[in-house]
């Protein structure tokens, strides 16, 4: 892989396709002590559902309403 001058590379299209990275995806950069992993970031579609064990729907759309209300 090649760096630009502006700190741009081009992730191989095996690994774009292996962890479904498409264009808009959003990439976490960690530092490790091996060097630079990128991640792909979780997005709100990746999340649904993984309440469910905890509350019903009813129960998360108070919480979230509350939620609402504090953030005004």
């Known amino acids: 892989m090649v760096v630009t001058k502006k700190g741009q ?15 808009g995806t959003r990439l976490e950069v960690v530092e490790t002590p091996e060097g630079i992993l990128f991640k792909p970031k ?3 579609w990746d999340l649904i559902g993984s309440g469910a064990p905890y509350a019903t729907v ?7 309403d509350k939620l609402r209300e504090e953030d005004v």
């Open 9 to 23: 590379t081009t992730i191989p299209v095996k690994f774009r396709r292996k962890f479904k990275i498409e264009e």
């Open 42 to 44: 979780k997005s709100i």
């Open 58 to 64: 009813e129960e998360m759309k108070k919480e979230l």
